[in-house]
């Protein structure tokens, strides 16, 4: 589809190049032709190249760059080979190919267009089949969970995104259930295809065809109690004067409502009530009146909650992580380009090699021609607030992670399980698939070390030995009983899912190891499951600290009302699920593993105090939300919206929870 942007110039980059590029003037070229950049490269005094500009542009670049301090550009990475052939592609592109011009001068599109524009929001395209009667989506005031998400986004030489963000979705399919998505650019014009459901079943040979362009982005998106809703389906589109923005959220912002109210105090006009959106008009009402690194941070500056976010504006590639590094996103390299994502595991899919995670409060901004990137520190804190959770269970296990591979640190919180909590039984089984790595760990340790700390001593026949076995196995057809939407659809769930291998369980004690406790029913009917198939005692352990409060920052989890630990001790939630001992992995025993601090660890939800300003809730630090200007009357207006939520608000929950 069209952006439907002005053919004025867009605002120039107000950066220093580090990349090669030709100087060639491009002819014009079909919406088809992949991307490229312009300016002949001349050698600084360093190891890179950066552009020629003339005399008169290079003044307005120094000038316009004053307040962005030298030390926010970290770094610039260059490829040092394009492959054989793509140098003709790449210089086929047009005039308009270029999405920040770097030889434009830097003016704000507000002063190169006359009047004000107010972006136009794109709404997700769907299928003529999809019911367009979408379910209003449920505020978060203690029943409804939010979302968990996967982005990805790709620059490449000389052959087109789309499957290449195609393949990366299908590796975080995990991620995210509801709805994928891909916004391309060819250099002329923006193309998009957002789909409900399963990466495969929202995209055919013909829907991939239709997305031209080297560069892209993607989204997979996690379903909410509210239905599905298409108008929350992203990346989510916005044409503007100043060109074409797409964007993609894992993650959730806390003050999203107060954005919005401002922003349609201004005549924004808004398709949804997700937090993407907001994210996507304030972007483009800063790129009016900034370069693309100043308007990234003046919209950081603004938003507070949690965000990993790959953005495309025209044809360039931007990935931001929050200042606390909440959620995870990662730099790769393919043999053609560059790719940004939120696990690892995307990368590896590509053929590709891991780089470096994003750092929190960076922006990373990707050559349109897929031959390097450059790196900007545009923020900075003393602590991050990484999500444990992350380890523990929603990422893949072949992923690192602010670099520790997911299987190993899983492992290695099974060894840790054992020495705080193990009980000698006959057989440890994994609760599969998440609770197998921990139970391996588990296993293990328990067979180097007793229960008592001594060293354990082994006849030849390992009569002493802790069996390590498959005991359940899972029926790989149902959905995650997490995300069921009600309760009696996940006690069902569970025994569609899992069904016990007595031979392993039959007479025997059993240790079965989980990830996490979060309302019960499934440890419940698992123990039950495990006594009807002839255990003789069945022990339960967790790989992470009691779940005794909900996660803001974007993971699907319970209200205080439906979480087992919220109010009660572990041993009323022994006698709950009828396990003969339970266990649970201490936050320190996390912070140790993952090799962080506890300070830079988000500990929210097992501890009940956040990173982040929430609404009646506890902060671990010092931090403070931006003051949002109110519709009519500035800051105090914020004050008394704020004050009317809190007072609202059920369970200390904020008002609205969104991507």
Not at 369 to 374: R, W
Not at 493 to 503: E, G, M
Not at 514 to 529: E, F
Not at 617 to 636: C, K, L, N, Q
């Amino acid at each position: 589809m069209s952006d439907g942007r002005d053919v004025t110039p867009t605002p120039g980059r107000a950066i220093e190049s580090g990349t090669e590029s030709k100087s060639e003037t491009k002819p014009d070229a079909n919406p088809d032709a992949e991307t490229g950049g312009g300016g002949d490269a001349g050698a600084d005094a360093g190891a890179h190249k950066t552009k020629e500009l003339d005399s008169e542009v290079l003044s307005q670049l120094s000038a316009d760059r004053d307040d962005i301090s030298t030390e926010d550009k970290i770094e610039t990475k260059t490829k040092t080979k394009i492959k054989a052939g793509n140098e003709s592609d790449h210089n086929a592109g047009n005039n308009h190919s270029n999405a920040i011009d770097q030889t434009t001068d830097l003016k704000s599109a507000s002063s190169l267009n006359s009047g004000t524009s107010v972006p136009i929001s794109q709404p997700s395209k769907i299928s003529s089949s999809e019911d367009k009667q979408q379910t209003q989506r449920q505020t978060n005031s203690g029943s409804g969970p939010t979302e968990k998400c996967g982005v990805v986004g790709v620059a490449l030489t000389g052959r087109r995104a789309a499957r290449p963000l195609y393949y990366s979705l299908y590796a975080l399919q995990h991620r995210g259930q509801e709805s994928a998505g891909i916004v391309t650019h060819d250099g002329f014009q923006q193309h998009s295809h957002v789909e409900m459901g399963l990466v495969g079943d929202a995209f055919d040979e013909s829907d991939l065809n239709t997305l031209a362009g080297g560069t892209g982005i993607g989204h997979v998106r996690y379903p909410t109690s509210g239905g599905v809703n298409a108008c929350c389906a992203q990346p989510f589109s916005v044409s503007f004067k100043s060109g074409s923005l797409g964007l993609s959220h894992n993650g959730n912002l806390v003050n999203a409502d107060e954005i919005r109210d401002e922003l349609e105090s201004l005549g924004h006009a808004f398709t949804s009530d997700g937090d993407t959106e907001v994210i996507a008009h304030e972007l483009a009402r800063n790129l009016l009146e900034a370069d693309l690194v100043r308007a990234v941070k003046q919209t950081m500056e603004r938003i507070h909650g949690s965000y990993a976010l790959t953005i495309m504006h025209d044809e360039t590639v931007l990935a931001v992580r929050d200042p606390e590094g909440n959620r995870p996103l990662c730099i790769g390299e393919v043999e053609d380009g560059y790719v940004v994502a939120s696990e690892s595991a995307a990368i590896d899919t590509l053929d590709g090699e891991l780089v470096r995670d994003v750092r929190p409060g960076e922006l990373v901004v990707l050559d349109a021609d897929g031959s390097g990137f450059e790196s900007y520190q545009l923020t900075d804190r003393q602590n991050t607030a990484h999500c444990f959770f992350e380890h523990v269970y929603f990422a893949r296990p072949d992923s690192v992670i602010n670099e520790t591979l997911v299987y190993e640190a899983r492992r290695n919180l099974g060894r840790k399980l054992w020495a705080e909590q193990g009980v000698e039984t006959d057989v440890v089984m994994p609760v599969p698939d998440s609770g197998r790595a921990f139970a391996s760990g588990y296993a293990d340790a328990a067979n180097e070390t007793t229960a008592d700390g001594d060293i354990r001593e082994t006849t030849s026949t390992n009569d002493d030995a802790i069996e390590f076995a498959e005991g359940l196995m899972k029926n790989r057809y149902v959905g995650r009983t997490f995300i069921m939407p009600t309760q009696d659809e996940r006690e069902r769930a569970v025994r569609l899912k899992l069904n016990p291998i007595k031979s392993t369980v039959e007479g025997r004690s059993v240790t079965i190891i989980d990830d996490s406790i979060v309302r019960g029913t499934t440890s419940r009917q698992l123990v039950q499951l495990l006594r009807d198939a002839g255990a003789s005692e069945v022990h339960v352990r967790i790989g992470a600290p009691q779940i005794i409060a909900p996660c803001y920052m974007g993971i699907d989890m319970a209200s205080r009302d439906e979480l087992i630990a919220a109010d009660k001790s572990t041993e009323e939630i022994r006698a709950e699920i009828d396990a003969d001992s339970l266990g649970y992995l201490s936050v320190d025993a996390v912070a140790d593993v993952l090799g962080e601090h506890r300070s830079d660890l988000c500990l929210g939800c097992v501890t009940g105090s956040y990173p982040y300003d929430i609404d009646n809730e506890d902060s671990d630090r010092d931090v403070t939300r931006p003051v949002i200007a109110g519709p009519d009357t500035g800051a105090d207006a914020t004050n008394q919206k704020n004050e009317s939520k809190q007072e609202a608000a059920s369970d200390g929950e904020p008002a609205r929870a969104d991507d």
